[in-house]
Nanobody, 115 residues
Framework: QVQLVESGGGLVQPGGSLRLSCAASGSLFSIYHMAWYRQAPGKQRELVARITSGGTTIYTDSMKGRVSISRDNAKNTLYLQMNSLKPEDTAVYYC?????????WGQGTQVTVSS
């Protein structure tokens, strides 16, 4: 069992930056692949980035070039550094931990990009 708690969201102006964190409790954080998703109002949840248990990163086109995913296994924490934010990046951002047979979600953190 893994519990995930996101933090770091908030209101930011266009062009600004935020770093989201996802703190994981429970055991064996390092064996999980991790991902960040987002869901804008009225839209489906979409993948932003993944990082495997081995540290390989994968980015989707949604924010490619403007985000960086990383993990600190010693701190059981996942990060998402977001730069050059745009109003269309406004969404709830969710942390996801998964294996071939299990998946866990956090409650989400709101990111609002507005002047």
């Amino acid at each position: 069992q893994v519990q995930l708690v996101e933090s770091g969201g908030g209101l930011v102006q266009p062009g600004g930056s935020l770093r989201l964190s996802c703190a994981a409790s429970g055991s064996l954080f390092s064996i999980y692949h991790m991902a960040w998703y987002r869901q804008a109002p009225g839209k489906q949840r979409e993948l932003v980035a993944r990082i495997t248990s081995g540290g390989t990163t994968i980015y989707t086109d949604s924010m490619k070039g403007r985000v960086s995913i990383s993990r600190d296994n010693a701190k059981n924490t996942l990060y998402l550094q977001m730069n050059s934010l745009k109003p269309e990046d406004t969404a709830v951002y969710y942390c996801n931990a998964y294996t071939a047979t299990l998946a866990y979600w956090g409650q989400g953190t709101q990111v609002t990009v507005s002047s």
